[in-house]
């Protein structure tokens, strides 16, 4: 079983950056490719980044695509997205997300393990 806990998130401008972190505990790290999802209120679940097993291959939600950047650390059992630019559209809860594979896919339900997600919040 493989808890993930997320921290980072918080109150910023518009424009200003923030970094999340998913630190994951319980399995073997490297199995999974892991994935950022966020939901805003009244919306459903939105696919914003995803990195394979090993860091190799990085994907990206269209609305995040230039902004936002996912990395992993293997030896640290954690993930980071680097958000920057904020916009108050992304107003949301984030989650991390680890998928029993080596790559990451872009639909929620393919992944296998879900944090308590993280309240990101962008004023204009």
């Known amino acids: 079983q493989v808890q993930l806990v997320e921290s980072g998130g918080g109150l910023v401008q518009a424009g200003g950056s923030l970094r999340l972190s998913c630190a994951a505990s319980g399995g073997t790290f490297s199995n999974y490719a892991m994935g950022w999802f966020r939901q805003a209120l009244g919306k459903e679940r939105e696919f914003v980044a995803g990195?394979?097993?090993?860091?190799?291959?990085?994907n990206y939600g269209d609305s995040v695509r230039g902004r936002f950047t996912m990395s992993r650390a293997n030896a640290k059992n954690t993930v980071y997205l680097q958000m920057n630019n904020l916009k108050p559209e992304d107003t949301a809860v984030y989650y991390c997300?680890?998928?029993?594979?080596?790559?990451?896919?872009?639909?929620?339900?393919?992944?296998?393990?879900w944090g308590q997600g993280t309240q990101v919040t962008v004023s204009s």
């Open positions: 990195i394979s097993w090993n860091g190799g291959s990085t």
């Open positions: 997300a680890a998928d029993v594979g080596p790559h990451a896919g872009y639909n929620w339900y393919k992944y296998d393990y």
